[in-house]
């Protein structure tokens, strides 16, 4: 029952937030923004962890500051 109710309050979100997105253009627009900008943040930040090429060079590694013996 908690299960079924909580799909419907969902439900009722997911269908007013598409109607405030519809009708205002410029929120969907600034809303898409943001969310790019925190992909393209993730990303880079995983490059980082990674040690992509492509990153710039790193001056420690992420997992030394958790594991103070480690060598990045």
């Not at 908690?2 to 253009?25: D, I, K, M, T």
């Not at 410029?26 to 090429?53: D, P, T």
């Amino acid at each position: 029952m908690f299960l079924r109710r909580n799909a419907q309050l969902l439900q009722q979100e997911l269908s007013f937030e598409a109607e405030l997105l519809a009708e205002n253009p410029e929120l969907a627009q600034v809303i898409h923004s943001l969310n790019m900008q925190e992909i393209q943040s993730n990303q880079q930040g995983l490059k980082n962890v990674l040690g992509s090429e492509e990153s710039a060079p790193k001056k420690q590694s992420v997992w030394s500051k958790f594991f103070p013996g480690l060598r990045g």
